[in-house]
């Protein structure tokens, strides 16, 4: 008995920190056309994951708003996210799992429990399991401890810790990446007590966070700050790169942020030194045989 048990402490101290797949929820949680830099944050970082390997079967993603179809946009089907407009974000292959009305507090609370409906397609679940890193990218209006939905609800910095900790008893993530793009976003990990969550924010408490810059034509702000300079980081990060998290907070400068970006490291036992950016950001490139690869465009099973 004795043995064994140390034994399977061994397996669990080895399994905590190796993951066998990457999943990413990526969230735009406001609507109107002034709001349209919030869907650009949360399509540039979905057009990272997909970059760095991770697949859309693998991706939920949440836009509470489409801008590349509101009629006043003056560039209509396209999302840019720099006024140079080199790159459309909208143009290839764009999955959107939820969107418009769709996106509600309750439908990103149950998509991270898997709470959800019966009828609801494997594309639109985060199917992760304990061997799961989990990247989990927020941006939206906010304030202290909350995050709005829509301009019409409120999810809290409550709310989000309890869903960590439900997935955690539900053997749902190795390890979670938070981050967070909104006014006050570091309130928003505040709460958080579930072990193996590595969470960042833009800005601290009573602290807004700001847009970058706005492009004359499209005639709103097209970035913010605090995602903007992620993106510049990750924009060197290839598959194979050996930057870490370290990294990426040490490129934090609030000179250019405009806002004190926030790291809690006090749930997560890693060195972020230890840590590559791929962990969260890419996909294990292991060959295992996974029955969900084949469903990415199929919601009927
Ligand atoms: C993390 O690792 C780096 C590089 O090995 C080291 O210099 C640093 O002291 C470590 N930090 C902690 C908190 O252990």
Known sequence: MRILSILLTLVVAVSSNTHTNNWAVIV???????????????????????????????????????????????FPGTVYNN??????????NIEVDYRGYEVTVDTFLRVLTDKVDTTTPRSKR??????????????????????KFQDAEEVSAFDIADAFAQMHAMKRYSEILFMIDTCQANTMY????SP?????????????????????????????R?????LEFLEQVERKSSLTMQDLVDSYD?????????????????NLSD?????????????????????EDDDDE
């Not at 505040?190 to 007590?193: E, G, R």
């Not at 193996?196 to 706005?214: M, P």
């Open 28 to 74: 735009s949680t406001s609507r109107f056309w002034f709001n349209y830099r919030h869907q650009a944050n949360a399509l540039s970082m979905y057009r990272t994951v997909k970059r760095l390997g991770i697949p859309d079967s693998q991706i939920i993603l949440m836009l509470a708003d489409d801008a590349a179809c509101n009629p006043r946009n003056a």
């Open 83 to 92: 006024a140079d407009r080199a790159l459309d974000l909208y143009s290839n």
């Open 126 to 147: 985060l199917l992760t399991d304990e061997h799961s890193n989990v990247f989990i990218y927020l941006t939206g209006h906010g304030g202290n401890e909350f995050l």
């Open 190 to 193: 505040s709460k958080f007590y």
């Open 196 to 224: 193996n969550v590595l969470a960042i924010g833009s800005s601290e408490f009573e602290e807004s966070s700001y847009s970058h810059h706005a492009d004359s034509d499209v005639g709103v702000a097209v970035i913010d």
């Open 226 to 230: 605090f995602t903007y300079y992620n």
């Open 254 to 270: 609030y000179v250019k942020i405009h806002s004190h970006a926030g790291v809690r490291t006090d749930l997560y036992n890693q």
């Open 275 to 295: 840590v590559l950016i791929t962990d969260f950001f890419g996909n294990v490139q292991a060959v295992e045989i996974d029955n969900d690869e084949d469903d």
